[in-house]
């Protein structure tokens, strides 16, 4: 037996702490009892949310995606706007984006069917570390520089220490390239952490995350991430690795 949020988690159906709402909303049923808070269940029960059945018994999937601009990192959007799941049709699965990007940044994102995996990394204990190349407007001073890495004071709080690297100055346009990686997760973190230091960022990707690169994904496509890869993720999200190293 096991806790119900954790089943409809790993079955991708809904993120852990959402599935706890549904339950105290009542809307979670076993076996065609309404289930309460703190319910367990097994996975020869019949779990649905809303009477649909989520389906446990869906392999899970794992997918790395070189997001291009103009689409939005969520898996539906009510004004009708391009989505990332646009950008992977054959996709049977209900998969999510594992967290954002906005709209007009691009680069590293990950998409899954996971619940698990995706609360793992995304957790802001796991400290995950993401890295991102900014173009921004003009060019930093040494103090500048130092208060990015050592933390810039947002409206929502104190950024945590972040490794920031000039990679280029470009005399024509008057920008300059960094590299900044940062292991928080905060709204349009990067962008606000350079406007803060003054100065504006004009383009934005993410070329890492927890290790993991863009390499041989051009914008726009993606790949199936290797089981090598997805046993590493679950290294960093501080979860057992499903199937592996068992005793005895
Ligand atoms: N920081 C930002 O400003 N935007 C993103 O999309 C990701 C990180």
Redesign the pocket.
Known sequence: MERLQKIISRAGAASRRAAEQMIAEGRVTVDGVVAETGAQADASQTICIDGKPIHGAEPHVYFLLNKPKGYI?TAKDDRGRKTVLDLLSEVKARIYPV???????E?LLLLTNDGELMNGLLHPAREVW?T?A?QVEGSFSKQELQTLKNGVSLEDGLTAPAKVRVLDWDDRTGRTKVEIS?HE??????????EAVGHP?RA?K?TEFAGLNLSGVKRGEYRTLTAEEVAYLYEVAGLPIPGGQRKG
């Open positions: 990192s967290g954002r990007l906005d709209n007009g940044t680069g993401k991102y900014a940062i997760g905060k709204n349009r973190q990067v962008r606000r952490m350079c960022v934005l993410r």
